[in-house]
């Protein structure tokens, strides 16, 4: 059981380029989330999928966009990276979302610098 | 506007005292509460949660969280801290039938 598996680990982009980011579960958990962890703000929710087929907006969705490409699989897309974006990102899962009851299991995460 | 305060950015504490991480929170209603762990260049752990039922909850690595309903908190204890507990500590709040609300994390360092 691997879990929850990110790629790459780390990645460095010039202003302007794009990336997709990759998350993986093994688990069969229904709901998937990706969050961006900066200093001294916790994490904060960018997208997230409560079921296979659905996506929505978390509190910090500008410049993002994501694919629920099956019940294993959740993607992260930066179209034109900005500094800003500059973050440590993490992808979880959970049994269910919306209900608090499941604890989420997160990846190792993504270190992304944006020059 | 749903939040979570853990107002200690650092705590240390001698190997074998007794240690407590604060969190408190201000959510509508009767949300559900949890603790994780991140150690160095990982992701999160989960330690523990609260639910319902006892205000005294147990965890993973001899942790324990403590809810108090009317001062709004959760803080993690343990009663003698280890080397190894050294890492980041993150408080989270689920109000009911919405997403995950992280507290900013405290750093917390066993001194040997």
């Known amino acids: 059981n691997a879990g929850v598996t990110q790629t790459p680990k780390f990645q460095v982009l010039k202003t302007g380029q794009s990336m997709t980011l990759q998350c993986a579960q093994d688990?069969?958990?229904?709901?998937m989330y990706w969050y961006r962890q900066d200093p001294g703000m916790g994490l904060r929710l960018i997208y997230y999928s409560a079921s296979e087929g659905t996506t929505d907006k978390g509190e910090v969705p500008n410049g993002y966009n994501v694919s629920r490409l099956n019940k294993r699989e959740f993607s992260l897309r930066l179209e034109s990276a900005a500094p800003s974006q500059t973050s440590v990102y993490f992808c979880?899962?959970?049994?269910?979302?919306?209900?608090?009851?499941?604890?989420?299991?997160f990846g190792p995460g993504t270190r992304l610098t944006v020059l | 506007a749903q939040s979570v305060a853990q107002p200690e950015d650092q705590v240390n504490v001698a190997e074998g005292n007794p240690l407590t991480v604060k969190c408190t929170y201000s959510?509508?209603?009767?949300?559900?509460l949890f603790w994780y762990v991140q150690y160095p260049n990982r992701g999160l752990q989960f330690l523990l949660k609260?639910?319902?039922?006892?205000?005294l909850v147990k965890g993973s690595y001899g942790f324990e969280a403590e809810f108090n309903k009317s001062q709004t908190s959760f803080h993690l204890k343990k009663p003698s801290a280890l080397v190894s507990d050294s890492a980041l500590y993150f408080c989270?709040?689920?109000?009911?039938?919405?997403?995950?609300?992280f507290g900013p994390g405290t750093r917390l360092s066993v001194l040997p």
């Open positions: 979880a899962s959970s049994e269910a979302s919306g209900r608090g009851l499941n604890e989420q299991f």
């Open positions: 688990m069969n958990h229904n709901s």
């Open positions: 959510v509508s209603g009767n949300p559900y």
């Open positions: 989270a709040v689920v109000p009911y039938g919405q997403n995950f609300v």
């Open positions: 609260y639910i319902t039922g006892d205000n």
